[in-house]
């Protein structure tokens, strides 16, 4: 089994999917206004509308409710990004942060409040954790 994709339910698919373009440097291919995905090397952020919801089972997900999960994107450079960022982004949790794992992390909220995590690995132990996905 491989893990692919983290969907998030959305109000406005268009502007959270037009929010990760802009942090990530990525394009999204959307279809119509009701689903979005930014796909990477490994992984998928999908953005679906609420009207997608009962697709799977009425009353499934709600949007804006994530208060658990984080949406985190490696990065070349975090510090590069947040300075990019900085006049354009509207919620900052934290600046660049050395994590006690030898991560530098950049904490900040998409639109709908989802917190999502830019990082670029900083010691030589999480360096070498995340080689692979420097390819």
């Not at 660049?96 to 989802?114: A, H, K, V």
């Given at each position: 089994?491989?893990?692919?994709?983290?969907?998030?339910?959305?109000?406005?698919?268009?502007?959270?999917?037009?929010?990760?373009?802009?942090?990530?440097?990525?394009?999204?291919?959307?279809?119509?206004?009701?689903?979005?995905?930014?796909?990477?090397?490994?992984?998928?952020?999908?953005?679906?509308?609420?009207?997608?919801?009962?697709?799977?089972?009425?009353?499934?997900?709600?949007?804006?409710?994530?208060?658990?999960?984080?949406?985190?994107?490696?990065?070349?450079?975090v510090?590069?990004?947040?300075?990019?960022?900085?006049?354009?982004?509207?919620?900052?949790?934290?600046e660049?942060?050395?994590?006690?794992?030898?991560?530098?992390?950049?904490?900040?909220?998409?639109?709908?409040?989802?917190l999502?995590?830019?990082?670029?690995?900083?010691?030589?132990?999480?360096?070498?954790k995340?080689?692979?996905?420097?390819?």
């Open positions: 089994m491989n893990f692919v994709s983290v969907r998030v339910i959305t109000n406005d698919v268009a502007r959270l999917a037009d929010f990760y373009e802009l942090i990530t440097g990525g394009t999204t291919v959307r279809t119509g206004d009701v689903f979005a995905e930014l796909t990477t090397p490994f992984a998928t952020l999908a953005i679906g509308d609420t009207r997608t919801v009962p697709a799977f089972a009425p009353g499934a997900a709600e949007p804006a409710q994530i208060r658990s999960a984080i949406i985190e994107f490696l990065t070349l450079d510090d590069a990004d947040y300075a990019r960022l900085k006049g354009v982004v509207d919620s900052w949790v934290n660049p942060t050395l994590m006690p794992w030898g991560n530098r992390s950049l904490l900040l909220r998409d639109p709908d409040g989802n999502v995590n830019l990082f670029t690995p900083a010691t030589p132990d999480a360096i070498a995340f080689a692979r996905f420097r390819a």
